[in-house]
């Protein structure tokens, strides 16, 4: 492939020019692709029906991060419905599309939240007919206290501990998402309320409208439903591991990943075993390993190098191949 440099970021990224692409790696399930995704998912060779997107796109900070931001975010929802369209046109019926992105953003000069969200929610579902099937809460304790000038030194606010994954579907009849697939063990008191006969005796609630009837909830269940609010580090092994990487490489480490037991969840809840997941903003491709670990195939892009360069190790193991032309890219 034909590949050319933009401009320098200041700590050395190097990021790929928009007509531009390169196979970086590869294994048997999925392929990892230096370039700017709308080069990769608007190609009119690409005809291969996507049945997840998950991603993290860059968020609309006022501090931008190395890799860039855009902070209008007016903007900012044109530029991902931008990303977004390619993708929409090849999702297979009942195919699901996850965005992690930011909560905390606020009104310049103001302790009040912007609504870039509800906004961005309206235009997918305006500009492409995407149905929202859930605002998935992701809750993060160990997320570092914020915002600083609104919460710890003026007061108004409440620390953050949440980001949101709002979740399409094309066609939520046909959803390929299962719960089934994401259940967890339940807890021995649950599992002892179960063996013991679920509800010892009828019971009516809320004015009529919950009934209970005696033995309810005693069927013997492969686990428990998740809740739509999950809990998960935003660090853990597989992140440090590739930051630890990074630096032995002499690469900057990405400062945003998202952790992988997030995207190894959302994985697995909302594709099948064989079904095509791709993320256009992949980062470190943590949507790819857990791909990989689930046996869905994957296409991860990444304008971005070095990024792209410390995600080879979380595919060590197996029939990785790497491309000598992208390893021995020169700056």
């Not at 020019?17 to 709308?38: F, P, R």
């Not at 997840?52 to 501090?63: D, E, G, I």
């Not at 491709?285 to 857990?290: F, K, L, S």
């Amino acid at each position: 492939g034909n590949w050319a440099l933009v401009s320098h970021k200041k700590i050395e990224l190097h990021s790929i020019e928009s007509a531009s692409h390169m196979v970086a790696m590869s294994t048997s399930l999925g392929v990892a692709i230096w370039s700017k995704s709308n080069t990769i998912f608007s190609d009119p060779d690409f005809n291969e029906p996507i049945h997840l997107a998950l991603t993290s796109p860059p968020y609309p900070l006022r501090m931008p991060r190395a890799y860039g931001n855009e902070v209008d975010t007016h903007k900012y929802i044109d530029f991902i419905c931008e990303v977004m369209e390619p993708i929409v046109a090849r999702l297979a019926k009942g195919g699901n599309i996850a965005l992690n992105i930011g909560n905390d953003i606020f009104e310049s000069g103001s302790p009040a939240r912007s609504t870039y969200v509800e906004r961005l929610v309206i235009a997918l579902e305006d500009r492409f007919g995407l149905k929202l099937m859930d605002r998935l809460v992701w809750s993060c304790p160990n997320k570092i206290p914020g915002p600083i000038a609104y919460a710890s030194k003026k007061r108004m606010q409440l620390n953050a501990g949440f980001e949101p994954v709002i979740w399409f579907c094309n066609s939520p009849i046909d959803c390929i998402a299962s719960n089934q697939r994401v259940l967890r063990a339940h807890t021995p008191e649950h599992q002892k309320f179960i063996d013991t006969g679920g509800h010892r005796k009828a019971t009516v609630n809320g004015d009529g409208a919950y009934v209970k009837k005696a033995g309810a909830w005693s069927n013997q269940t492969a686990g428990t439903i998740p809740k739509n609010v999950m809990t998960f580090h935003n660090t853990c092994a597989r992140g440090r591991e590739v930051a630890a990487y990074a630096k032995s490489i002499g690469v900057p480490a990405h400062g945003a990943k998202m952790p992988f037991s997030l995207a190894d969840f959302l994985v697995r809840f909302l594709s099948r075993e064989g079904d095509l997941v791709v993320d256009p903003f992949s980062g470190t491709c943590t949507t790819g390993q857990a791909a990989q670990n689930n046996n869905r195939r994957w296409l991860c892009t990444d304008m971005m190098w070095e990024y792209i360069r410390q995600s080879f190790v979380r595919f060590n193991e197996g029939d990785r191949y790497i491309n000598p032309a992208f390893m021995n890219a020169r700056f």
